[in-house]
């Protein structure tokens, strides 16, 4: 056949067909070219609605373009429709090229769509796909460092910073990539991990508005899991936590905060719970050992801990917390120089934690860099040891002593690595679970009833701290109260300290004094402050310390003033004499705080310890700001510290002997707390001092008018954690009912309540985490504090008012509510049963606390000063229970007993209290002891050991009543309206 021959003509219309069809395909090409060019240069400028449609029809015609799909993302996004952008960024090959941008976009996105969980997948997904060389690898950890940090998870925040940090150092220094944060800052990002608070206002803000957008979202739901767990709130960590195990029941981050609150709790069959559904690896050797020992002293097989406790300080000899157990568990075992070794280890140590902690965020790399790197490197934080290091190096060019610092940190490092071994999980459950015995549940404590009252029963005190624009420190600090029987009537009145107009700002209105509330008996009270000689504005006031000083059987006020005290003699008929010249303490200046009455030396007059602050010039105070310019109250630590006084009272006037005393240490504290007891059971009376940001204080009485100051070696330098805390308030009491008194001190923010537990001789323990009390008191800032029977059901509670020194919002909070933590069955430290109904869900800046039964009904009341607010008067009315309320006097020793030690015997439990000076934050409490009986009527003994040396038994002495025991007489009396009468 032959081929067919197309004409011509044909084959030349064809070709310019051809050729016309290829021009528009091309110019449709250059069209859609300047198009998206056009598109992609709206983003850029950000004329987004201009750009979406174009790229939308682009992404129709080439769906598998992922920057386009990046692009379109972005439009939707800025448009507004986040839902709409996480869809289509969704559709990304994670392993592309535009995998880590649409994963960083998408986080954005999700975050603020309340999705925290979709957000952290979509970021482990470009991880694990690879991230290319870019600055991107560093930004999508950095992301989840963010969530991680928001969700409360600390676990995790660590070893994500150490990922991103060694990113980062691929950049060479000054060439740093802008998306990513510096070396320095993820250097201070590691460290903040341990060393400040969260900012738990904030976080619950921000988790409240995730879960308010997308109320199923269970990391959101973890987060507020650890959010109730840092605040004390166990019952609602517990109830988020239970809705996060049924979502993500072998998610490793939800079974670490299973348990971390079962630690909080003392759950041990919750902690064996979480752990068995951890996998191998999941905790470090250290965190291992140290459960090892919290198993074993939760069982009680003391001889097991101290085992596990040696093996972790093996590995790591700068555990702060593991050094204080240690130290705890051999004065129990009988080991006291083991003890004390350990305790001069942890003394050095929280000395350069001290030092490292309050330089850390400000010092200059140049100049004190070094010594924070050594100071990382003493305390074992070798990361950040390294870290600074490696700053050091980079400002230097690596020179030789940094390349041989680097080098030893290193070997150091992995010398710590090697170890003892720790158990395995596994290991560990079985060990663990051979010694847990199952139990029901504990007892609840009975509910305790406060009503708050003020106003409308005659106390209209209204407290002026006497803020200024540039925020001086006294103004934060003021706030005392006592309660006492300043006119014999067998009545506890109030007496209110007032702050007022500080020196050199004439622009304030004139104080309007401090005030004597005079209790009338039928639950209304009387300013009787003129009257009683006590009016006027004479000066301005911190606190107040109620103590018969001269023997005369009337209670005496000591008032603690900026510059100076005042010293006011009760003349017997309910009115004052101002005796502070005549008396000796004319040149008791300075910044005094807290003081305390107490027989030194067995003369039977009370002698005067104050506490003492900063060194504050009215004239030329100093100024302190913010990094945002603005003032703030100064740090402490910026202004040089005011020892103590002491005064040895020589027949009703005061003589300084602080100095051949003792009490003038080298490095003196900044008290503002002080109480006065034996604490080492030797009979004589000791001084125990909180300070703010410095050591406490423990001053032994020597027994030859000398005291040695001993609170390292005694345990009560600093807390378990280490550091000098703030210390604030103390309360001291026999609370787990050893017949040892023992001491809680209240701490800034972040770092709880101390409980101190007397050991005996002299030594005490951290047990703050143990019953609960750490937990609970970590998110306030307490200052006055006591420990009283709140529900007469014969255990100790622990009252305490709170409020910041400056504010923080919306970082931190600012007022507080005061807080009843109530006595367990346990041994544990609960909160009350309804903590957001009255008067616990009042906010206020608490700063004095006084107790005692104001209103004569057999239950402890109490008063508090609220700054810049009314006082508040909180009558008790918690039902049921029996009491004993004992008022001692003494004869050879002092008139107030201060020093005496009493114990009643009932139902065949033995309860102890001492009568102590001084106590709480500023403020003093009422004179009589008071014992809770629970259901007993009838107490079978009362022991009554007098500072004279003297002991008396009283038996068979029917309960709820009230009772004077004077020395000597061996027998009870019933109260009298006046103290001097026979």
Known sequence: MRARRWPVGMLLAAAVALSCWGALTLARARRDRSQLAAAISAVEAGRFEEAEPVLRRRLDDRPGDDRLRFLLGTCEQRLGRLEEAVDTWAAIDPAGAFGPRAALAA??????????????????LAIKAGEGDGPEPAMLRERLVQIARLTGRRDELRPLIEQVWNLALKRPPGREWPEVSSPRDLLRQYCLVDLEPPPVEQRRAELERALDRFPEDDRAWLGMAHLELEEGRLDLASGWLRRCLAARPDDPSVRLAQLRLAIAAGDSSSALEALDRLPEGALPPDRLLDL??????????????????????????????????????LVRLGDPAGAAELRARKAALDAAMNRYRSRYFRADLIDEGVELAGLAERLGRWFEAEGWWTLIGRSRGFDEESREALARIQERRRSAEEGPSP??????????SAGIVPGGDPEAPPPARFVEVGREVGLDFEHEPGRTPDRQLP????????????????????????????????????????????????????????????????GYGHGSCSADFDGDGHPDLLVTRLGAVSLYRNRGDGTF??????????????????????DIDGDGDLDLYIARYVDWNPTAPIRCRREDGSFSYCHPLALPASPDLLYRNDGGRFVDVSEEAGIRVPEAGRGLGVVALDLDDDRLIDFYVANDATANFFFRNLGDGRFEETAEMAGLAANAQGGYQAGMGIACGDLN?????????????????????????????????SVGLLAATRSLLGFGTALIDAQNDGRLDLLTVNGHVDD???????????????????????????????????????????????????????????????????????????????????????????????????????????????????????????????????????????????????????????????????????????????
């Open 292 to 329: 090892d020992a919290w198993f074993a002293e939760r069982r009680g097989d003391l001889d097991e801990a101290r085992t596990a406790l040696r093996r972790l300080l093996e590995r790591n000899p700068t555990d702060l917390e593991a050094l204080e157990r240690l130290s705890g568990l």
């Open 423 to 432: 158990p395995t999980i596994r290991e560990l459950i079985a060990s663990a």
């Open 475 to 538: 103004e934060t600090m003021s706030g005392g109260v006592a309660l006492l029987d300043a006119d014999g009537d067998g009545r506890l009145d109030i007496f209110a300290v007032q702050g007022g107009r500080l020196p050199g700002q004439p622009g304030l209105p004139p104080s309007s004094g401090d005030r004597l509330y005079r209790n009338r008996g039928d639950g209304t009270f009387e300013d009787v402050t003129e009257s009683a000689g006590l009016g006027g504005d004479r």
């Open 107 to 124: 986080s954005e996105a999700l975050i603020g769509l309340g999705r925290l969980a979709e957000a952290e997948r979509r970021l482990d």
């Open 808 to 982: 923080h919002r919306p970082r931190f909070p600012y007022a507080m509510p005061a807080q009843l933590l109530l006595g367990s069955s346990v041994g544990r430290l609960v909160p009350v049963d309804d903590p957001g109904s009255p008067p616990w869900d009042r906010p206020r800046l608490g700063r004095g606390l006084a107790v005692g039964d104001v209103d004569d009904d057999g239950r402890v009341d109490a008063v508090a000063i609220d700054q810049g607010g009314p006082l508040a008067l909180l009558l008790n009315r918690s039902e049921g229970g029996h009491f004993l309320t004992l008022r001692l006097e003494g004869t050879r020793s002092n008139r107030d007993a201060i020093g005496a030690t009493c114990a009643v015997v009932a139902g065949g439990l033995r309860r102890v209290a001492v009568r102590f000076g001084g106590g709480s934050y500023q403020s003093s409490s009422g004179p009589a002891l008071h014992f809770g009986l629970g259901k007993e009527e009838w107490v079978d003994r009362i022991e009554v050991d007098w500072p004279s040396g003297l002991r008396e038994v009283i038996e068979g002495v029917p309960a709820d009543r009230r009772y004077r025991i004077r020395e000597g007489e061996g027998r009870i009396r019933e109260p009298s309206a006046s103290p001097t009468a026979d």
């Open 737 to 769: 009912g050893d017949g040892a008194i023992d001491l809680l001190v209240t701490n800034f923010f972040g770092e709880g309540t101390t409980y101190y537990e007397n050991l005996g001789g002299g030594q005490f323990v951290d047990r703050s985490a």
């Open 577 to 598: 004499e101002d005796v502070t010249e005549s008396a000796g303490l004319a040149g008791a200046g300075g910044w005094p705080t807290s003081a305390a009455f107490a």
